[in-house]
């Protein structure tokens, strides 16, 4: 699709934008200031949404406060024996990379954007949650195999020193999971984290179970099948996280989006517009959706108050805060060049 401030001859569209029609691309919204024609597309104009100063904050707190108990963990299960600890201690292993990695992207995305990466480097945080559902899903096959290896070759476990560990451990997860809350938890890099967290809770939770059945019954199987209970729990949610981080990188429409019932709604909605052409909506990250799309003027419609509408009805009834409207002049258009059909 075209770009707002590019003519005729770049657009390759075969219509224009007859002029400076781009001065309507306005950013109204919370994540973009208004700019009138001189400013769009020259220096000091970010694309990049703004990066919660918060969000850093709790997910550096929170990398602290795992990563300090994590040594703790490792050396206690070492000594005790405890798959389940042990476990643990790897999950927090990967908690504590995937909070660094979560506070890199976030420190990464409040870069400015340049002439290489217009929309800055939000991306990186969609990168990050990938690479913790990645993580999540090595960590639940290597406590399966441990787990597995444990029923051949049980060994004895330190019931005592494992309870002990154990609950300090799940006092650590819950103050780092209540830290992580206190940020945007719609936001995929913060709601990895809490993922990460969250299992990592109920992996002390089934240490502690694990101890007290042990101290009481001597059971040590009991170990590792909890262990394996707690990997299948943490399964789910690495899916779900993989899932979202995966739609997003792919570009697809944000989940309050269906494009056939957004062009009927602008239609329907915007007096003076008569047709929506291709339509792409998709995600730079978490919560910031943005569209372009090509639009038909009815007869006499006066071309900059359609193009507001446009955009304060998309940004009303889809949060769509970064629009860009193309005005096609004439009846027919061009086919858009991202169909798979289209001829070059």
Known sequence: MGVDSKEQGAMGHGHSHAGHEHAEHDHAGPDHVAHNQDSHGHEGHSHAPTVSADNENVVLIGFLLTAGFMV?????????????LIADAGHMLTDAAALLLAWAAFRFGRRASDGKRTFGYMRLEVVAGLINAVTLFAL?????????????????????????????????????????SRGDKEHVNIRGAMVHVLGDLLGSVAAIAAAVIIWLTGWMPIDPILSVVVSLLILRSAWKLFRN????LMEGTPGNV???DLSKTLVAQVPGLEAVRHVHVWSITSGKPVATLEIV??????????????KLTLLADYGITHSTVEIVWGKDGASCALTP???P
């Not at 981080?245 to 997003?248: G, P």
């Not at 003027?297 to 446009?310: F, P």
């Open 297 to 310: 003027l009815a007869e006499g419609a006066d071309a900059g108050a359609v193009t507001r509408a446009v």
């Open 140 to 180: 639940v096959a290597w406590i399966v195999y441990e787990a597995i290896q444990r029923f051949m070759t049980p060994h004895e476990v330190l019931a005592g020193p494992m309870f002990v560990v154990a609950v300090l451990g799940l006092v650590v997860n819950i103050v780092v999971f209540l830290v992580l």
């Open 72 to 84: 703790a963990e490792i050396i206690a299960g070492l000594l005790s024996g405890s798959l389940a």
């Open 341 to 343: 059909d289209a001829v």
């Open 258 to 260: 269906v494009i056939e």
């Open 245 to 248: 981080s995966l739609h997003i």
